[in-house]
């Protein structure tokens, strides 16, 4: 079924200032590479590489919801081979990696989700299960909405630390820096999107936090946030129609943090 819903975003609905991040990110990355076209040649990363999207990353509930929206202004037929994908990456993860995904997910949608264990489990850095928006042929299906992770790997740093490898391509983030695009000062608007800033709340009395606070939310493999948006709901404009759909779609930033509590990362 079509769905009903806006063709573009109001600027300033959480995935309307998400959309904006993304137009600056590729802006500064596309400068970088227009001022200097010799980092451009030497950079790994060429049409057709996809070493990095079937690696195992999570992206934000906000990032995942703009994929859904991108998803539901496509054909029915796109949307019907996206949800097939996405029931074989699911399934995938549940069957290969059983017991990672019955340690870590089984209270994924409670507080007693527990997050430094998930993080910090090595098997967690050894899942390869490739993208399913990955076409046959190498390239991202849904390219103008893909989140920041893969707008910014290989192509940028927003840190000097040594990341270690980026994929089985490129060995080191550190020696990366001599051809990639410095977004340092992206890095505070980046993490916005992942936190909920208890700053400035008019109902903070009914806040379990002191009110300077800053708390992330729940971030999740891309797949994995997909699969529950877009395949578990019985029909595509059940997914559409979802409130927190609607809630990333029209309200404020300010007016959504009011409402995302039970989402937080504790
Ligand atoms: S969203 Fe696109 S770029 Fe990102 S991992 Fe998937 S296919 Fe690759």
Known sequence: MKPTLPTSLPDYSYLGTLKQLYHDIDLAINNHFNDFPDHKKTLPCKDGCSACCSQFFEISEGEALYILYYVSLQSID???????????????????????YQSHFKYSDTE????????????????R??????????S???????????????????????????????????KSHQWQADLRHFQ????????????????????PFDSDEIIELRQFPLFYSL?????????F??????????????????????KLFHKLIL
């Open 237 to 258: 404009e059940e997914a559409y129609l979802s409130p927190l759909f609607k809630d990333y779609l029209t309200l404020t930033r300010s007016e959504l943090e009011k």
């Open 188 to 207: 505070d608007r980046i993490w916005s999107f992942s936190e909920l800033s208890l700053l400035d709340r008019d109902d903070s009395s009914n806040s």
């Open 78 to 100: 796109f949307q019907q081979k996206a949800k097939e994908s996405l029931d074989i990456a699911f399934s995938r993860f549940v069957h290969e990696f059983a017991s990672f």
């Open 129 to 138: 299960i490739p993208c399913p928006f990955l076409s046959v042929q190498g």
């Open 112 to 127: 007693l989700f527990d997050y430094e264990a998930y993080f910090n489990d090595p098997i967690r850095f050894e899942i």
């Open 227 to 235: 699969y529950e948006l877009l395949c578990l709901p019985a029909s």
């Open 140 to 174: 991202c299906t849904i390219y103008p909405a893909r989140p920041i992770i893969c707008r910014t790997t290989g192509s940028s740093y927003t840190t000097l630390d040594d990341c270690g490898e980026i994929c089985e391509i490129i060995p080191s983030s550190l």
